[in-house]
């Protein structure tokens, strides 16, 4: 498939829910921003960098993610798949780091979604007191847990879940609708305050107890945070009713309207301080110990000026954020675990969907996960929100990483330089908020670092179960993956150790605690066996691979003894078949001089006449021997193809192009037409091979293997079609360009169909292993392709007896004309 074309025209979701540009505009707004874009300018933009600093940061920020998101929507054009950045990243680094990508991005996205989620809560607390605040059942990290908040939490959770799962079009609509209203009443509730303000609330510019540029830099580097969801778009790439090239300037108009929301709610936190603060300096440094509306800055500046209707819309647009946020990573989450079942990372359960497609078994698992979410509170949500700040960082260094290595391939020099910039950020954008005390207010919480150590475990302990249930070896090549979860596993607990002990230590200096040995001792052991587990997992891992390693070297010790024994034995018996194949041409070829003598002979009406039907016969007997006769000298020569030369793509396959030479279409189709139009006509089987549209008919190729390649495929047709079936060989041109054209060879029979499990061995890149499909006409078949760097793909059609097209695309160069026609 075209990777610019959509998946509209190919049988894929129904139109109704195909996604148009301003569908894709507002699924990755409303993904990238939600309910903290109305809290965190006021708690962490403003006290840090002030007004200015926070619109340059945002400004620079932008400006940083467009070079994230241009590397991740040129795989996106290139890699037209729902799976987004883990199936670019699977393609291109393997599934071991796939993998990661994979595991990173639920994390964050569903920490996002639990985010937005549980912030009625929070809403409710301000706006409405303690409605919901009956049924005391403990407390976390000072925040109380009711039961009534849990249960308004679920009704959030269920309903928007459901809604994903069952709303089909309606979700689109919905979540577009929602997010031009979000942007809408921002915008209209800044210039309203602003033309009742104006610009005297904004001074002093910057914070004045550090420089600016280390205020503009420290915001800047909670670029992930503020945009991360943004990228959600790629799981959608199968949704566009648009060409994929057209994503780039989507993502722009949506990271920019995602950085304008968050410069003008941090704008609108001091538009309308209090009035016993005389500045915003003032006000900010007082606000965490604020009750009421004082301590949500944007909820002040909106009612002090607007008065309850303003606060109605303020409610209005923090509604729309959250909504097309909860719909947009439902779905989001839905079709990524959708992905990891069809890879087989996640139980099959998870790979089916609905009859339009909707992932509906995987929204409902992480809807049912989610309830659990608010037993855990509020402030662990916080810490869980911390982490995606490093690991969407890790994420778009993958996407970077892949665009740069595409791009290396394909010589696109513009591509190359932005995806080393964009794993360059990627970088930067990982250790700074992970160091503590490097930036300016943005330091991840002491629990922050031991959810980041938890979660590395957990995901690397469900890898481990993954490389040890694989049954296809697709994982355990990298050790670069295994020493990244252990780093930051390492990282993440020391750094989460040395803040914990240092916290207690300055408690102990206060006398407001009293230290012991074991308090220490206790938490680091808990790092310890954190270390000490994943160790032993990579030990196993090791262990495996390098058992796998000697397994794979015996069978390839004991293949090449095969080879070398049936090589031995095919050259013996090549070279003996070849002197009774001589004899039997010559007997055949003196049978045609008779039968042409026979046919210049004046008598009438002789009995002893030659029939017309005999000397065709011959003919094609004729063919058939030197085709034999060439299939054994390519025996002796060659040795044929094994399966090892396949795997291992050595030069010995490279050197079976050598045959290569100027040929014509034509003559392949109609060599092939005669060999089996008698066999067909035996079994009663309707039998034809022309090409339909053919252009450049004579190309540069090697026609001994693709009359090889055709003939096994006409053979499997014919030996699975019954009688009154038929089979058809057609030939399409394409495309040309550059002295290259590209060819379509259409196999087409109303035989059985081929087995699931053969169709997607067939469509995998790797070739065939022997273990796990048989060797067939079908296998060598792709084998040939392969040699001759096309693809092969099947076609089938529901229904007994409706058969399958075996499509092998073929881009070769042209051969000159022939001054003079060929006989």
Same mark, same amino acid.
């Given at each position: 498939m075209n990777a610019s074309v959509s998946k509209s025209g190919s049988g894929g979701r129904a139109?109704?829910?195909?996604?148009?540009?301003? +569908? &894709?505009? %507002?699924?990755?707004?409303?993904? =990238?921003? %939600?309910?903290?874009?109305?809290?965190?300018?006021? +708690?962490?933009?403003?006290p840090t960098a002030g007004p200015l600093g926070t619109i340059l940061a945002m400004a620079l920020s932008t400006g940083l993610l467009l070079v994230i998101a241009y590397n991740f929507c040129q795989l996106a054009e290139k890699y037209h798949d729902d799976g987004g950045i883990v199936a670019y990243t699977r393609n291109i680094l393997g599934s071991d780091h796939a993998f990661l990508?994979?595991?990173?991005?639920?994390?964050?996205?569903?920490?996002?979604?639990?985010? +937005?989620?549980?912030? !009625?809560?929070?809403?409710?607390?301000?706006?409405? %007191?303690?409605?919901?605040?009956?049924?005391?059942?403990?407390?976390?990290?000072?925040?109380?847990?009711?039961?009534?908040?849990?249960?308004? /939490?679920?009704?959030? *959770?269920?309903?928007? %879940?459901?809604?994903?799962?069952?709303?089909?079009?309606?979700?689109?609509?919905?979540?577009?609708?929602?997010?031009?209203? *979000?942007?809408?009443? &921002?915008?209209?509730?800044?210039?309203?305050?602003?033309?009742?303000?104006?610009?005297?609330?904004?001074?002093?510019?910057?914070?004045?107890?550090?420089?600016?540029?280390?205020?503009?830099?420290?915001?800047?580097?909670?670029?992930?945070?503020?945009? *991360?969801?943004?990228?959600?778009?790629?799981?959608?790439?199968?949704?566009? !009713?648009?060409?994929?090239? $057209?994503?780039?300037?989507?993502?722009?108009?949506?990271?920019? =309207?995602?950085?304008?929301?968050?410069?003008?709610?941090?704008?609108?936190?001091?538009?309308?301080?209090?009035?016993? *603060?005389?500045?915003?300096?003032?006000?900010?440094?007082?606000r965490p110990g604020l009750d009421g509306l004082a301590g949500l800055p944007v909820f002040h500046s909106v009612y002090s000026v607007f008065g309850i209707q303003g606060l109605a819309f303020l409610c209005l647009s923090i509604a729309s954020a959250i909504i097309t946020s909860l719909l947009g990573l439902y779905r989001t989450i839905g079709f990524l675990l959708q992905y990891m079942g069809r890879q087989e990372v996640l139980p099959v359960w998870f790979s089916r969907g609905a009859a339009d497609e909707t992932p509906r078994n995987a929204i409902i698992f992480v809807m049912l996960l989610s309830l659990l979410i608010p037993f855990l509170g509020r402030v662990s949500i916080v810490w869980f929100c911390d982490v995606t700040t490093v690991v969407g960082s890790v994420a778009y260094g993958y996407a970077s990483l892949c665009a740069y290595k595409t791009a290396c391939t394909e010589d696109r020099p513009l591509a190359k330089k932005l995806g080393l910039l964009g794993v360059a950020i990627s970088v930067i954008f990982f250790f700074c908020p992970l160091l503590p005390g490097l930036l300016l207010g943005g330091s991840m919480e002491t629990e922050s670092y031991l959810m980041l150590a938890i979660w590395s475990l957990v995901g690397f302990a469900y890898y481990w179960y993954t490389f040890k249930t694989d049954k296809r070896n697709r994982f355990g090549h990298s050790t670069s993956m295994c020493i990244m979860i252990l780093f930051l596993n390492f990282f993440a607990s020391s750094i989460w150790?040395?803040?914990?002990? $240092?916290?207690?230590?300055?408690?102990?200096?206060?006398?407001?605690?009293?230290?012991?040995?074991?308090?220490?001792?206790?938490?680091?052991?808990?790092?310890?066996?954190?270390?000490?587990?994943?160790l032993l997992l990579m030990a196993d891992i090791f262990i495996t691979i390098k058992r796998r390693e000697r397994q794979i070297a015996q069978r390839r010790h004991q293949q090449s003894e095969i080879n070398i024994a049936r090589n031995t034995f095919l050259s013996n018996i090549s070279h003996d078949l070849n002197i009774p194949m001589e004899a039997a041409q010559v007997s055949i070829h003196q049978s045609l001089e008779n039968c042409a003598i026979c046919a210049t002979c004046p008598e009438e009406n002789c009995p002893r006449r030659i029939p017309d039907r005999l000397n065709t016969c011959l003919w094609q007997l004729d063919a058939h021997t030197q085709h034999l006769g060439t299939l054994i000298g390519s025996m002796i020569s060659q040795k044929g193809i094994t399966t090892e030369d396949v795997k291992a793509g050595s030069a010995k396959v490279h050197q079976l192009l050598r045959h290569t030479k100027s040929m014509d279409w034509r003559h392949v189709l109609q060599h092939a037409k005669d060999l089996f139009t008698m066999q067909m006509q035996e079994k009663n089987i309707f039998f034809d091979a022309y090409p339909i549209e053919l252009p450049h008919p004579r190309v540069i190729g090697d026609e001994q293997r693709l009359e090889r390649l055709l003939i096994n495929l006409i053979s499997n047709a014919c030996e699975y079609t019954p009688a009154g079936g038929g089979v058809m060989v057609t030939l399409i041109?394409?495309?040309?360009?550059?002295?290259?054209?590209?060819?379509?060879?259409?196999?087409?029979?109303?035989?059985? +169909?081929?087995?699931?499990?053969?169709?997607?061995?067939?469509?995998?890149?790797?070739?065939?292993?022997?273990?796990?499909?048989?060797?067939?006409?079908?296998?060598?078949?792709?084998?040939?392709?392969?040699?001759?760097?096309?693809?092969?793909?099947?076609?089938?059609?529901?229904?007994?007896?409706?058969?399958?097209?075996?499509?092998? /695309?073929?881009?070769?160069?042209?051969?000159?004309?022939?001054?003079?026609?060929?006989?």
């Open positions: 139109a109704a829910n195909l996604l148009s540009p301003l +569908n &894709v505009w %507002g699924l990755s707004l409303g993904c =990238a921003v %939600g309910w903290g874009a109305f809290m965190v300018p006021a +708690n962490i933009f403003i990508a994979a595991w990173i991005l639920l994390i964050a996205y569903m920490s996002i979604l639990w985010g +937005n989620a549980t912030a !009625n809560v929070l809403l409710a607390r301000y706006l409405l %007191g303690d409605i919901f605040e009956w049924g005391y059942l403990y407390t976390i990290a000072d925040f109380d847990i009711y039961f009534g908040e849990v249960s308004a /939490t679920w009704a959030v *959770f269920l309903f928007f %879940g459901l809604l994903a799962c069952y709303g089909g079009s309606l979700n689109k609509h919905l979540n577009t609708i929602l997010a031009v209203v *979000f942007l809408l009443t &921002v915008v209209i509730l800044f210039t309203a305050l602003f033309k009742q303000t104006g610009t005297d609330v904004f001074y002093p510019l910057f914070q004045s107890y550090t420089s600016p540029t280390a205020q503009i830099l420290s915001m800047c580097m909670l670029a992930p945070w503020m945009f *991360f969801g943004f990228e959600a778009v790629t799981h959608a790439c199968n949704d566009f !009713n648009f060409p994929s090239r $057209k994503l780039f300037p989507i993502v722009i108009a949506a990271v920019l =309207a995602g950085g304008l929301i968050y410069i003008l709610l941090a704008a609108m936190s001091i538009m309308a301080i209090p009035a016993e *603060f005389s500045s915003w300096t003032e006000y900010m440094a007082q150790l040395w803040q914990i002990m $240092k916290k207690q230590l300055q408690q102990a200096a206060n006398g407001s605690i009293n230290i012991t040995h074991d308090n220490i001792a206790m938490d680091s052991t808990i790092q310890m066996v954190m270390i000490l587990l994943i041109e394409t495309g040309a360009a550059a002295e290259r054209a590209t060819y379509e060879l259409h196999v087409n029979d109303t035989g059985t +169909n081929i087995p699931p499990v053969i169709i997607s061995h067939m469509a995998e890149p790797e070739p065939f292993d022997d273990e796990a499909v048989d060797l067939s006409g079908l296998c060598i078949a792709k084998g040939l392709v392969q040699i001759m760097g096309g693809t092969l793909k099947i076609n089938t059609l529901p229904g007994q007896g409706a058969g399958k097209d075996i499509i092998i /695309t073929l881009t070769m160069p042209l051969a000159p004309e022939p001054l003079t026609e060929q006989p």
